[in-house]
């Protein structure tokens, strides 16, 4: 059995790296067919003239003018590996320094959002799930159609229409007051900033998985073991507790953690619009102000979060469920 | 005399569906069951396979699907009984015993789930008894079903019954594709079941091994019960009345084989009046119309020419 | 009148009520194309009232005209990407499952390089890498919709494959074009023009988040990607309106789009003959 669980994470682990891989060669493919010249976009014309030879010498290496692009693709890459992704041209930093900061921003945001939309998501399609037909089961379908019909940057103006211009409870924009001192910004001041961005990711978050959730929850509710169950006199919590819960959290945490990806999509159209400085604002801005270090570097990064959340649900799923766990046919 | 256990009169189940695209139209299943099981007695309801006589199973527990209508009158010990009184009483007193493990939770324990996840020592214990009684290893109770070996099931799935204290005691299809030696087994177990003073009904598609164990043996055809007899009834062709039990008897195997031409109408295509009468020899102008359920010879008959 | 109708019909008349909606919109917003551009300073800034009931923006262009067209633009844009989007859907699900295990293998393995990369972000690479503009933006909705339809139509193949009458149409000697034309085409069009319809909706907010974030559709266009872009300059200082309705009316198209899918689904799907 350990073994059997070994071979399967050994294999999950070598698709991953490919899947990576083949990633890192399809953005720098789109990067290189781009017909913006990143210098001239970045730098500008002005710049470029009153910068000295040398710095122009460095920029167009690291462009590698001239060279072929798999040598560029092939010492791009093992830059990267080393940890060296490049300068960033709108910041005019590492890449490395940059992501750094605006990852920490963002996955404050992320996981709070992750995990909100999880729980919720979660209950609202096991209730609507043992409540099929009913009053209840329309509302959170009806939410959940009105959720993913929904523009998240939308919603995203709506919440900052009502609570920070309406209400004027809640700020209108960026992850610390402005002109605070980095060292003046209190746990508080974050929280208070992150809170309307967090709270528009939860609420699109939560659609899918309670969706998900009802379809399983139908199918538990159909199934002949809860048909079994009822017929011996179990209902109510006591069905959902013995029975309900431990086969539909199964697949609703393998699917949370298969929408990695949504959360994070839902987060460059979030930070975006609350001017929030995490990765998917700094994403917008290195893909209009062509910074191509930059932009692959975040693209990469999202791509091991999504393809880690995915190899983790693989994982978990494995350990949890006794059937896959003890070797027999699932 | 006492009251039956279980008493189910002109039981009837139908569902809803769709033909020709855009209309509804009723399907009936279950179209007229008669059936009584008293204290200390087994029944068998026998009929073949995929004629909806699980439903029957289904019925007494309030068990349904969401699209199913039920009609006709069940009672149980002397009052009715209704989908309320059928929730009170299923799981302690009205019991089932499910035809397959698939009733069973695939991420529950074995134990636990025959416990109902009680942990008192009272249950404990008799849990204990159950499966020592049955031969059952301790360690069971640890295993997850599909780790069970297809000789257990059988004793598994009744002891979800025994761990209660049933009056009544349905079991739906208790040996689907066992092996005779086996099947009979499981067969007693239930016997032991009704000697212990519950009512047994079980559902089957078995005759001969109805036969074997059970008190009296209700005949199901197409959505109707068409015979009740004692099981000495079956030692000879002359002491049975419907026509189709009796093409049942000449087809078991000690009697030669011998099958009757024709298969039982579809649910869609019912003909009018006796459903035999597409197969019968002795059908007249008289069996296309309603055919009572009459009192015969200590059983019951569904024929005009019965004798 | 809805209670004398049976589940059936019902659905059947949410499909039409749907579609005949949507098709209103899309021909009434490519009409007023030319009055959505026009501006009038007399009348800037507006609030909602009878005569626009959306009101005006700060240019005094009605904004009732320019959601309209906004919204024809971004549904027709959306509907085209994600018709080529389910035709390659269709190409790939049918090659995956008759073409061997190799093609099957590249297959799924592109599919989860592509559903790998954040989708918003997937579409931003693309953009970029076309210079941006429509074209950018129509390109890349049409190039990253396809993968869960495809695995549905690869799966269903998969099933149709092995089923007896195709087997042993096979048997038989017929042609493997005249089976996949004859036996299995007639089976896969509606759970193919189901998935096509459930992917507008997802094609449309594609698109109009992307030109949101400046990826898409010029600034000239009235895309309501652009228009809700533009209001969000005007939100501190209480211009509500210029955000609200537009958004809400993509909000309704896309829920339209959503509700005559499913009820299309409902309609091709064996399982529902029951009740």
């Known amino acids: 059995m350990e073994k059997r669980l070994g071979i399967q994470i050994r294999n999950k682990v070598i698709r991953m790296v490919l899947l990576v891989l083949t990633t890192s060669m399809l953005t720098f493919i789109l990067m290189k067919a781009s017909p913006i010249d990143p210098l001239q976009a970045n730098v500008g014309q002005a710049a470029l003239g009153s910068m000295s030879h040398e710095q122009v010498e460095k920029l167009e290496e690291y462009w590698g003018v001239g060279e072929s692009p798999v040598k560029q693709y092939v010492s791009w890459a093992a830059d990267f590996i080393r940890g060296d992704m490049g300068t960033s041209l709108l910041y005019r930093q590492p890449v490395a320094d940059v992501i750094a900061v605006k990852l920490a921003n963002s996955l404050f945001l992320m996981v709070t959002a992750w995990i909100l939309s999880g729980i919720l998501g979660f209950f609202l399609g096991v209730i609507s799930g043992m409540n099929r037909g009913r009053w209840i089961d329309r509302l959170v379908k009806g939410y959940c159609l009105l959720i993913s019909s929904t523009p998240t940057f939308w919603l995203a103006l709506l919440l900052l229409m009502v609570f920070g211009v309406w209400l004027k409870i809640l700020p209108v924009g960026l992850s610390v007051p402005i002109g605070v001192e980095a060292a003046g910004v209190t746990f508080f001041d974050r929280v208070y900033h992150a809170v309307l961005p967090a709270l528009t990711l939860s609420i699109t978050g939560v659609s899918n998985i309670a969706l998900h959730t009802r379809e399983k929850m139908i199918g538990i509710m159909e199934s002949e073991y809860v048909l079994f169950a009822r017929a011996r006199g179990e209902k109510g919590l006591v069905l959902f507790w013995h029975h309900g819960l431990r086969n539909a959290l199964l697949p609703a945490i393998?699917?949370?953690?298969?929408?990695v990806s949504e959360i994070f999509g839902g987060s460059v159209l979030v930070e975006q619009v609350f001017s929030y400085p995490g990765l998917g604002q700094a994403a917008v801005s290195a893909g209009l102000g062509s910074d191509m270090p930059l932009l692959m570097a975040i693209t990469i990064i999202s791509a091991l979060f999504v393809f880690g959340g995915n190899m983790i649900a693989d994982i978990l799923y494995g350990i949890v469920d006794p059937r896959i766990r003890k070797g027999g046919a699932a | 005399m006492e009251e039956p256990v279980l008493k189910i009169e002109h039981l009837n189940i139908s569902f809803l569906q769709y033909t020709n695209g855009m209309r509804q139209s009723q399907l009936d299943v279950i179209r007229d069951l008669d059936v009584e099981v008293n204290a200390g007695e087994m029944v068998a309801v026998v009929g073949s396979s995929g004629s909806g006589k699980s439903l029957l199973a289904h019925a007494v527990l309030g068990i349904l699907p969401y699209n199913a209508a039920r009609g006709g009158r069940m009672t149980y010990r002397g009052s009715e009984l209704t989908q309320e009184r059928i929730e009170k009483l299923r799981g302690s007193e009205i019991v089932m015993v499910p035809q397959s493990l698939s009733y069973l939770d695939p991420l529950v324990k074995i134990g636990k789930q025959i416990r109902k996840g009680r942990n008192d020592q009272k249950?404990?214990?008799?849990?204990?008894?159950?499966?020592?009684?049955?031969?059952?290893?301790?360690e069971v109770e640890d295993l997850y079903p599909f780790e069970l070996s297809g000789g257990m099931n059988r004793r598994i799935l009744i002891s979800t019954a025994l761990i209660e204290e049933p009056k009544l005691v349905i079991a739906d299809e208790p040996t689907p594709g066992l092996d005779l030696k086996v099947a009979k087994r499981a067969m007693g177990h239930f016997r032991e079941l009704a000697d212990l003073g519950a009512g047994v009904l079980v559902i089957t598609h078995d005759l001969e091994l109805a036969l074997e164990t059970a008190d009296r043996v209700v005949v199901f055809y197409a959505g109707c019960t068409v015979e009740e007899a004692a099981s000495k009834d079956f030692i000879r062709e002359e002491t049975l009345r419907h026509p189709y039990t009796k093409a049942l008897w000449r087809a078991l195997p000690q009697h030669g084989f011998q099958f009757i031409e024709g298969v039982q109408p579809y649910v869609k295509e019912m003909p009018e009046g006796c459903p035999f009468s597409p197969r019968c020899g002795m059908c007249t102008q008289e069996c296309r119309s309603d055919i009572p359920y009459r009192s015969l010879r200590g059983g019951r008959v569904r024929c005009l020419y019965a004798t | 009148m809805m209670r004398h109708l049976n589940g059936r019909q019902r659905v059947l008349l949410g499909l039409i009520v749907s579609a005949v909606i949507l098709l209103t919109v899309c021909i009434g917003g490519a009409f007023c194309g030319d009055a959505a551009r026009v501006t009038d300073f007399s009348r800037k800034n507006l609030e909602p009232c009878l005569r626009y009931p959306f009101g005006t923006d700060w240019l005094g262009r009605d904004m009732l005209v320019r959601t309209l067209k906004g919204i024809s633009l971004s549904v027709l844009l959306g509907m085209a990407a994600a018709a080529v989007s389910a035709f390659i859907a269709l190409a790939l699900g049918i090659a995956a499952a008759t073409l061997g295990?190799?093609?099957?293998?590249?297959?799924s393995f592109v599919i989860d390089l592509l559903m790998g990369i954040p989708h918003i972000l997937l579409l931003i690479l693309i953009s970029v890498a076309l210079g941006k503009g429509f074209r950018g933006v129509a390109w890349g909705v049409a190039l990253t919709h396809w993968p869960s339809l495809a695995r549905l139509i690869r799966a269903e193949v998969m099933q149709l494959k092995e089923s007896p009458y195709i087997q042993i149409a096979g048997k038989l000697g017929k042609s493997r074009w005249y089976i996949a034309g004859k036996h299995m085409l007639p089976h896969l069009m509606p759970q193919f023009l189901t998935g096509l319809v459930l992917l507008f909706p997802h094609a449309?907010?594609?698109?109009?988040?992307?030109?949101?974030?400046?990826?898409?559709?010029?600034s000239e266009q009235p895309a309501i990607g652009i228009i809700l872009s533009e209001s969000m300059k005007y939100l501190v200082t209480g211009k509500w309106w210029l955000a609200l309705f537009p958004g809400t009316a993509l909000v309704l198209v896309v829920v339209l789009f959503y509700v005559a899918g499913?009820?299309?689904?409902?309609l091709t799907d064996p399982g529902s003959v029951h009740k």
């Not at chain 1, 393998?254 to 929408?259: D, E, M, R, S, V």
């Not at chain 3, 449309?204 to 010029?218: D, K, M, P, R, W």
Request: proline residues 0%.
């Open chain 2, 123 to 138: 249950t404990v214990e008799k849990l204990k008894n159950i499966f020592r009684r049955y031969d059952l290893k301790e």
């Open chain 1, 254 to 259: 393998t699917l949370h953690f298969a929408a």
């Open chain 3, 262 to 266: 499913e009820n299309l689904r409902k």
């Open chain 3, 101 to 107: 295990k190799t093609v099957d293998a590249v297959i």
């Open chain 3, 204 to 218: 449309i907010l594609h698109e109009s988040s992307v030109t949101f974030l400046g990826f898409g559709l010029s």
